[in-house]
């Protein structure tokens, strides 16, 4: 790409912006989308130009989309939480449904509840998506009853992946994609269970 730093010096004498100069990079040493000749030296003119930093920054993106292809976007990889979520709202649902019927306090669901099994599950679920509202706190390992039905099972599994992540990136995202207040919410309405 520059095989001297005089070269830089020399090539980029009034770069105002790094981010400019960072978002043209591929045009410099991608050997797929790398400008030659002309093409190079209109772009270091305009790097070097008395534009604003908004207007040169503008100018290699549309540069990016009409010779890559492709743009930076921050949302492109939330479609893959597409699952994810819908299991979060079908659980969510689930349980919010239960409250507010108050078939929570029906019978079957109340003896399913004082199972010291099944309660602790909602309470270590509890406990997880408390902890999954930011990084660093410490989860729960828990078990899935096998009393649980397919909605709790699908539920948990994903708990689990969660819980079970060495980064924090996938976290993040399905922030992203559930707001941190939904994780709360939700916490709150499974450990009101054990007050039942």
Request: hydrophobic share 35%; aromatic share 14%.
């Amino acid at each position: 790409m520059f095989e001297e730093k005089n070269e830089i010096s020399k090539d980029f004498k009034r770069l105002k912006s790094f981010t400019s100069f960072r978002e043209a990079m591929p045009f410099f040493d991608n050997p797929k989308y790398i400008f030659k000749g002309d093409d190079r030296k209109k772009l270091l003119n305009l790097l070097n130009s008395d534009l604003s930093s908004t207007k040169i920054l503008n100018t290699i993106r549309k540069l990016q989309k009409e010779r890559i292809g492709i743009k930076n976007d921050r949302k492109q990889r939330l479609n893959d939480y597409d699952d994810y979520k819908k299991i979060y709202v079908d659980f969510y649902n689930s349980i919010y449904t239960k409250i507010q019927e108050h078939s929570i306090s029906h019978p079957l669901w109340k003896e399913t509840v004082q199972k010291e099994e099944q309660m602790e599950f909602y309470l270590a679920l509890s406990r997880n998506l408390s902890a999954l509202c930011q990084d660093g706190l410490k989860y729960t390992d828990f078990d899935i009853p096998e009393s649980c039905n397919e909605t709790e099972k699908s539920f948990a599994k994903m708990i689990q992946f969660f819980t079970s992540r060495k980064t924090f990136i996938e976290i993040r995202r399905f922030r992203n994609v559930i707001p941190v207040e939904r994780f709360s919410k939700l916490s709150e309405m499974l450990y009101s269970i054990k007050d039942l």
